[in-house]
């Protein structure tokens, strides 16, 4: 009977244990949205651009990519992809320098989120006149479920609008009712139509009694 009583208790943890290792696999996304003072814009510019070159010869790393605000030149923002989070958990600690460097020239605290891939597609190479779109969405606790479909209806119904490059949702990992859009297309005009899209509008609309916050989305270019 103990040794019965055992085996069930072996197993009962390891059910506990299995979900926690689920989480912890698969890329890690991050978010990086970055505030410089006017003054300081030009001198974190290159600064930037080390830290991009020196990140994407890092072990594990995928993607990296920094975008500068478009009409609102001193808003920047980071797009990193790892392996797994002990690839941007190495990163983040062998960044910490290259970071520092960047503190003379902000207006505020980096704001960096980490997420899980909710959605994420094969996406296409962005050209030199890709505007790129990241929105953040705020769902209402008792809305996520009906929140994160709609989501997945959009970002369908967006992938075969003309002109798009990218369109992915990620979730952020310790607030699992927060999401990042990421979305890439050829142009100005190519994202006009897009947010001109019955399907565009109709989203916006059922998302409204869903949101917990205003709809941020912020258009940038990027940094070459």
Do not use: C
């Amino acid at each position: 009977m103990l040794r019965l009583f055992a085996v069930v208790i072996a197993a009962a943890l390891t059910m506990s244990i299995a979900p926690i290792r689920a989480q912890n696999a698969g890329p890690t996304y991050v978010v990086s949205y970055i505030d410089f003072v006017a003054s300081g814009q030009r001198a974190a510019v290159p600064v930037l651009r080390a830290l991009r070159d020196a990140s994407r010869k890092e072990a594990g790393n995928r993607s990296f990519e920094v975008l500068q605000g478009i009409g609102r030149p001193q808003q920047f923002a980071i797009l990193e992809v790892w392996d797994d989070a002990k690839a941007q958990a190495s990163h983040a600690a062998a960044s910490a320098q290259l970071r520092d460097r960047l503190k003379p020239y902000l207006a505020a605290p980096i704001d960096e989120r980490v997420h899980t891939g909710f959605l994420v597609g094969q996406g296409k190479a962005p050209g030199s006149g890709s505007v790129f779109v990241l929105t953040h969405v705020d769902l209402i606790g008792a809305k996520k479920d009906d929140g994160l479909a709609a989501l997945k209806q959009l970002s369908a119904d967006s992938a075969k609008d003309n002109g798009v490059q990218r369109f992915d949702v990620w979730q952020q990992g310790n607030r699992p009712n927060h999401l990042t859009l990421i979305e890439a297309w050829s142009g100005k005009a190519a994202l006009a139509k897009h947010e001109e899209a019955a399907h565009t509008r109709k989203f916006r609309e059922a998302l409204l009694p869903m949101s917990g916050s205003l709809y941020d989305q912020r258009v940038y270019q990027k940094v070459n």
